[in-house]
């Protein structure tokens, strides 16, 4: 549908009910070339008149090579304008992850490691040896770190009563590992319950608790480990099976919009807002978390706001075209000047 003939009244082939002056016209392919008098493009297309209305009411906004503009309640209903309100909003989302049960002897080893440092400091008495072993001891604490435990974790390992084969091989229960993409890491934390089920143990679901999350990203697949015991009491699942996790992240009551009022341009978000039931006004946003079907605002946008939530490409397009109208009216100062001024 042209936004054009529907903005001009004239797509049911009726004339406006009220005269327009026109103070130039464009080309219909190329806002910027324009002529005093009607014309044709090559390919034999009329050049499209400019009303003085439509010039008048621009405004410049934040969002570049967009301008703001009206539409009545007809012309909104015509080309299915909808809208919703900008609100705090309860907002979760799930992860799908692969993973496995964890079966990692090399651990096992960085544990020994870690408390037969931990030991040896605090059985040192020589202040000549200590720093050295306050080194060792912070190397082999961050190995573990870097394999994927928690430091509440490594502070248990420390104990003499601990048994370092619960990180193993764990009685009852089972280690997941799972692969996060990291950029549905936002909101992930640890005491977030998970879900597992295993290809080998058809129609049983597992549920446990992330216990650690690696701080760093795999440079080959863009992922972040995340460390979860999960009860077995059946002990049905062995040690490096593949299974299917599902974790869900509550973002809480955040300022949300619908993902359909989103449009981006290049590396800027912007939505349409609303303005008096009729003005339409581009306003760049900086976008939080995704959540199915919203998108958290972090700002550009109050509650109560009123967002565009579909037809949005006819209206950028009518955006667009009014920014390079208005730009062609505008009269141009000479640098020269400016200088003599």
Same mark, same amino acid.
């Given at each position: 549908?042209?936004?054009?003939?529907?903005?001009?009244?004239?797509?049911?082939?009726?004339?406006?009910?009220?005269?327009?002056?026109?103070?130039?016209?464009?080309?219909?392919?190329?806002? &910027?070339?324009?002529?005093?008098?009607?014309?044709? &493009?090559?390919?034999?297309?009329?050049?499209?008149?400019?009303?003085?209305?439509?010039?008048?009411?621009?405004?410049?906004?934040?969002?570049?090579?967009?301008?703001?503009?009206?539409?009545?309640?007809?012309?909104?209903?015509?080309?299915?304008?909808?809208?919703?309100?900008?609100?705090?909003?309860?907002?979760?989302?799930?992860?799908?992850?692969?993973?496995?049960?964890?079966? &990692?002897?090399?651990?096992?080893?960085?544990?020994?490691?870690?408390?037969?440092?931990?030991?040896?400091?605090?059985?040192?008495?020589?202040?000549?040896?200590?720093?050295?072993?306050?080194?060792?001891?912070?190397?082999?604490?961050?190995?573990?770190?870097?394999?994927?435990?928690?430091?509440?974790?490594?502070?248990?390992?420390?104990?003499?009563?601990?048994?370092?084969?619960?990180?193993?091989?764990?009685?009852?229960?089972?280690?997941?590992?799972?692969?996060?993409?990291?950029?549905?890491?936002?909101?992930?934390?640890?005491?977030?319950?998970?879900?597992?089920?295993?290809?080998?143990?058809?129609?049983?679901?597992?549920?446990?608790?992330?216990?650690?999350?690696?701080?760093?990203?795999?440079?080959?697949?863009?992922?972040?480990?995340?460390?979860?015991?999960?009860?077995?009491?059946?002990?049905?699942?062995?040690?490096?099976?593949?299974?299917?996790?599902?974790?869900?992240?509550?973002?809480?009551?955040?300022?949300?919009?619908?993902?359909?009022?989103?449009?981006?341009?290049?590396?800027?978000?912007?939505?349409?807002?609303?303005?008096?039931?009729?003005?339409?006004?581009?306003?760049?946003?900086?976008?939080?978390?995704?959540?199915?079907?919203?998108?958290?605002?972090?700002?550009?946008?109050?509650?109560?706001?009123?967002?565009?939530?579909?037809?949005?490409?006819?209206?950028?397009?009518?955006?667009?075209?009014?920014?390079?109208?208005?730009?062609?009216?505008?009269?141009?100062? &000479?640098?020269?000047?400016?200088?003599?001024?």
């Amino acid at each position: 549908m042209d936004l054009q003939k529907v903005e001009d009244g004239t797509s049911d082939g009726s004339n406006s009910s009220k005269e327009r002056k026109i103070i130039f016209y464009r080309n219909p392919m190329n806002p &910027d070339v324009t002529s005093p008098t009607p014309a044709k &493009d090559p390919m034999g297309m009329d050049y499209i008149p400019v009303y003085a209305d439509e010039t008048a009411g621009g405004m410049s906004t934040n969002v570049p090579g967009r301008s703001s503009f009206f539409l009545s309640q007809d012309r909104q209903q015509l080309i299915g304008v909808t809208t919703a309100k900008v609100e705090i909003r309860s907002i979760s989302y799930e992860i799908r992850a692969d993973g496995k049960v964890a079966f &990692d002897p090399e651990l096992f080893t960085a544990i020994e490691e870690y408390r037969q440092a931990a030991q040896s400091r605090s059985q040192m008495t020589d202040e000549n040896l200590s720093q050295q072993s306050d080194d060792l001891l912070a190397s082999s604490r961050t190995k573990l770190k870097l394999m994927g435990l928690g430091d509440a974790q490594i502070r248990t390992l420390g104990s003499r009563a601990a048994n370092p084969m619960n990180l193993l091989l764990p009685k009852g229960n089972f280690w997941v590992y799972a692969e996060v993409y990291e950029y549905e890491m936002a909101g992930l934390k640890s005491g977030q319950e998970i879900e597992v089920q295993a290809p080998s143990v058809p129609g049983e679901t597992f549920s446990g608790k992330i216990s650690s999350i690696s701080p760093v990203i795999n440079p080959e697949t863009r992922t972040v480990r995340v460390r979860a015991m999960v009860p077995d009491p059946k002990q049905l699942l062995r040690p490096d099976s593949f299974v299917n996790v599902k974790i869900k992240v509550d973002l809480g009551r955040i300022l949300s919009v619908p993902a359909d009022s989103v449009l981006h341009s290049g590396d800027q978000d912007f939505v349409f807002l609303v303005k008096d039931q009729g003005h339409f006004e581009p306003r760049a946003v900086t976008l939080g978390a995704k959540a199915k079907d919203l998108y958290e605002i972090k700002s550009g946008l109050a509650e109560g706001d009123t967002v565009a939530t579909a037809a949005n490409f006819l209206i950028d397009s009518e955006s667009r075209l009014r920014a390079a109208v208005q730009k062609a009216v505008t009269p141009q100062t &000479d640098p020269k000047e400016k200088t003599k001024k």
